[in-house]
């Protein structure tokens, strides 16, 4: 079973993760830029993780082989943040990059004025850039959260076709598949959706532009939920080609709209003029 | 500190030959998209005219000269910044001082970023030397390109340095890829320019950094000529033999390879690649050709007498030899 997590914080997670990742035949993965659970208080730190999604962690993710790619964005919840809101001058720089294929995540938080702001900048942005968007939806008000998102969305010059919509569940799923956007579902031990529910779900609205994501990051999340949906999935009557489509195969498509997915980096990055770098480690 | 001034770099390949083999390697789009931004490259050199030719400083401080102010020179910006960041200046104002302003940038800088999906992950190194030789850029221009750039952009600038800067002055940004674990930009900053300028302490410890991360020493320019005679190198290789052999774990062979390179000249000239040149490393007022009384390495516990049984002949893997 090959895999695809669409979104997930690598930063946030240790090597015992990478090699029990790729143990359960995850090969990519795309982190989006979020926040770090410490509020940051000025750009300079946004610059510096950002860095660090594009150089740091896509090394170490080779180390273990798998392909990393990131999202940058200015997050929702930091969008609040005067000290934290100039970073949107920077985003253009970054958003040239190889490795990024996607703006994001952005979305509503709080559902501000200042949410408002930086998500339509950022959707400017992300059809400036040629690149589609990662947009979460709120955790409190959900379902209104969505409609306005989707309202901003049809407001701006990205096409709903080149928007992924995070962290659905069941009462937000249709407007969102309805709407024509790609459609994730984060899987999680407590919250947000579970293996379960997302065989429900499949079973209910088809695999079409479904992304299965573990949003594994700093807080009680599990890196290997991905697998632990295929496996329910297969479990429950799937075949195995509706199951790679759903964990392989859509988050390629989706992502693939940037022009800039690499995925064969075992063969390229993984290696520096001919010598295996998997060794390293100091 | 520097080593002979353009005796390392001669075996350089030359740029416009890679530039031949590149466009015959790549497709009509991607020459197409190759000829475009070298186009835009050449004509930013008479344009980039504003930007003085400062040493480069790395973090904390940034000094990249603005876009849109580069009457801003970065030396009387820097002290000002590190003197006011504890008082209550407001974060944008810290930002704007610390961040490369934004505004337009170059669009040839724009596509020495997009060199990868443009010309294909294979031909980006190659391709982004292209660009920066047809710009022409300079140490300040080099040094925003590294401090802006992902991990593969700052390996082309890396690689570039011998082909476009003269000096030492670019040797901080040589110094921040070798603080770093990735292998990838450790290896290509121990290229010909590092070989020509690094001081002999970091140069050391880069090589030690090899061996401890995995990355080949072939890797590592010049490597015959700077380690010929280094007793210092000798003993640190020494020395970190004892501490694998102590720890019950494997000596790597290329630390083997590196020892027999400190052998005295007469040991190793025969093998010496002719790249080499003559050199002037007894000038180097670190050369370990004179007494270190810091290092008495005659008399490291790491370094016998005589090196030769640590570096048994033909060895390569270094797996399973005695100590």
Wanted: aromatic fraction near 6%; glycine fraction near 6%.
């Amino acid at each position: 079973m090959r895999i695809f997590d669409p979104h997930i914080h690598m930063t946030s997670r240790t090597t015992d993760d990478y090699e029990a990742m790729h143990a359960a035949g995850v090969r990519a993965v795309v982190e989006p830029a979020f926040w770090l659970g410490q509020p940051r208080t000025s750009p300079a730190s946004f610059v510096d993780y950002f860095d660090s999604l594009l150089g740091w962690e896509p090394f170490r993710a080779a180390q273990y082989g798998i392909a990393h790619h990131c999202t940058i964005a200015l997050n929702p919840k930091e969008a609040n943040d005067s000290r934290c809101t100039p970073v949107l001058d920077l985003l253009p720089r970054y958003l040239v990059k190889d490795n990024v294929v996607a703006v994001g995540e952005i979305g509503y938080d709080s559902m501000t004025p200042a949410e408002d702001t930086a998500l339509a900048t950022q959707l400017q942005l992300a059809a400036d850039h040629e690149l589609p968007a990662l947009v979460h939806t709120p955790h409190r008000d959900k379902l209104a959260g969505l409609r306005r998102t989707l309202d901003v969305v049809q407001e701006s010059a990205l096409p709903l076709e080149r928007v992924l919509i995070d962290h659905l569940n069941e009462t937000t799923v249709k407007e969102a598949k309805d709407a024509g956007c790609w459609l994730g579902f984060s899987v999680y031990p407590d919250t947000k959706m579970d293996e379960d529910r997302m065989v429900a779900i499949l079973r209910e609205y088809g695999p079409e532009q479904v992304l299965v994501n573990s949003a594994a990051d700093w807080g009680k999340s599990d890196p290997l939920k991905t697998r632990k949906v295929g496996d329910a999935m297969l479990a429950a009557g799937f075949d195995e080609d509706t199951v790679d489509r759903v964990l392989w195969r859509n988050p390629v498509a989706f992502y693939g709209l940037s022009g800039r997915l690499t995925l064969d980096l075992t063969d390229t990055e993984a290696t520096h003029e001919g010598n295996s770098i998997l060794r390293g480690g100091a | 500190m520097s080593h002979s001034p353009r005796t390392l770099t001669t075996g350089l390949p030359a740029v416009a030959d890679l530039r031949s083999r590149l466009d015959a390697a790549l497709g009509d789009a991607a020459r197409t998209w190759l000829d475009q931004a070298v186009t835009a490259a050449a004509a930013s050199r008479s344009s980039d005219t504003a930007t003085p030719a400062a040493p480069v400083q790395t973090a904390p401080v940034r000094t990249v000269p603005s876009q849109t102010a580069p009457a801003q020179a970065a030396p009387t910006q820097a002290p000002s910044v590190q003197a006011t960041s504890a008082e209550a200046t407001s974060a944008r104002a810290r930002a704007a001082a610390h961040l490369p302003a934004p505004g337009p940038t170059p669009s040839w800088e724009l596509r020495f970023a997009e060199a990868g999906r443009r010309c294909g992950p294979e031909h980006a190194d190659t391709a982004r030397l292209v660009l920066l030789h047809a710009a022409r850029a300079d140490t300040a221009t080099l040094a925003r390109l590294y401090e802006q750039g992902t991990a593969t952009e700052r390996r082309a600038v890396l690689a570039a340095l011998p082909h476009l800067v003269p000096g030492p002055d670019a040797l901080p940004l040589v110094e921040d890829a070798l603080r770093t674990n990735d292998t990838r930009l450790v290896a290509v900053a121990l290229g010909p320019y590092a070989a020509e300028h690094l001081a002999p302490h970091d140069w050391r410890h880069a090589v030690l950094k090899c061996l401890f991360t995995g990355v080949p020493v072939d890797a590592v320019a010049g490597l015959a000529h700077r380690a010929r005679a280094d007793t210092e190198l000798a003993r640190m290789l020494g020395d970190y033999a004892a501490e694998r052999t102590a720890a019950g774990r494997t000596v790597p062979g290329d630390l083997y390879r590196v020892l027999a390179l400190t052998d005295p000249p007469t040991a190793t000239d025969a093998h010496a690649p002719a790249t080499t040149g003559p050199g002037d490393r007894a000038a180097s007022p670190d050369h370990p050709a004179v007494a270190d009384p810091d290092h008495p390495s005659a008399t490291s516990p790491g370094r016998p007498a005589a090196p030769v049984p640590l570096a048994p002949p033909s060895m390569s893997t270094g797996e399973d030899q005695e100590y």
